[in-house]
């Protein structure tokens, strides 16, 4: 599959599971890290990069970036 398509897959279904869960698993957030850590090692291109390097080329944020950006619009 080319890396389009599996970021739509990952972005429509299971981004937006992972971001529900997100509050829920405040102290131990690495399982829900793991979601997205295994699914940026699917596309393999880039998967002998490091994960924050991964997620840069792919345009996506780690999960306590989400939660920071959340807590953010919430305030304002």
């Known amino acids: 599959m080319s890396e389009e ?3 739509k897959l ?7 599971h992972v971001e529900y869960c997100t509050p ?6 690495v399982p829900i890290e793991r979601v997205q850590h295994r699914f940026t090692r699917m596309i393999l291109e ?3 990069l490091p994960y924050y390097e ?3 080329q792919l345009g996506l944020w780690s999960l306590e970036e989400r939660g ?3 807590d953010l619009i919430e305030v304002f």
């Not at 990952?10 to 937006?16: A, D, K, L, T």
């Not at 829920?24 to 957030?29: E, G, I, T, W």
Request: proline share 4%; aromatic share 12%.
């Open 5 to 7: 398509v599996l970021l």
């Open 10 to 16: 990952y972005e429509s279904p299971v981004h937006s």
């Open 24 to 29: 829920c698993y405040q102290k131990d957030k």
């Open 46 to 48: 880039f998967s002998k």
């Open 54 to 56: 991964r997620l840069k």
């Open 68 to 70: 920071n950006t959340a």
